[in-house]
């Protein structure tokens, strides 16, 4: 069982920055596949990034170049940089860890969730 805690959401103007950060708990952190979803007021929810156990990454298209996901397996933590913020990047931010997938932007390939981080961007 792993348990996933973010923490790092707030209230910014629209062109900062935040870092969200998720903890997880377990011995076997550096094998799993951490992702970040999000899910914005009356939308399904959608993949953001994603990073594997050799430190690959993969990113929503609507992110690249804004967003970086990192981890530090000392620390059994996984991070979202997020910066030039955009009103649109508003949303709920889920950290989800998983087996290693090739299906690494979808939901059910994540069998652990976090409780969710309120990330608000004003204009």
């Known amino acids: 069982q792993v348990q996933l805690v973010e923490s790092g959401g707030g209230l910014v103007q629209a062109g900062g920055s935040l870092r969200l950060s998720c903890a997880a708990s377990?011995?076997?952190?550096?094998?799993?596949?951490m992702a970040w979803f999000r899910q914005a007021p009356g939308k399904e929810r959608e993949f953001v990034a994603a990073?594997?156990?050799?430190?690959?990454?993969n990113y929503a298209d609507s992110v690249k170049g804004r967003f970086t996901i990192s981890r530090d397996n000392a620390k059994n933590t996984v991070y979202l940089q997020m910066n030039s913020l955009k009103p649109e990047d508003t949303a709920v931010y889920y950290c989800?860890?998983?087996?290693?997938?090739?299906?690494?932007?979808?939901?059910?390939?994540?069998?652990?969730w976090g409780q969710g981080t309120q990330v608000t961007v004003s204009s």
């Open positions: 377990g011995r076997t952190f550096s094998r799993y596949t």
């Open positions: 989800a860890a998983g087996p290693y997938t090739s299906l690494w932007y979808r939901e059910g390939s994540y069998p652990y």
């Open positions: 990073i594997d156990w050799s430190d690959s990454t």
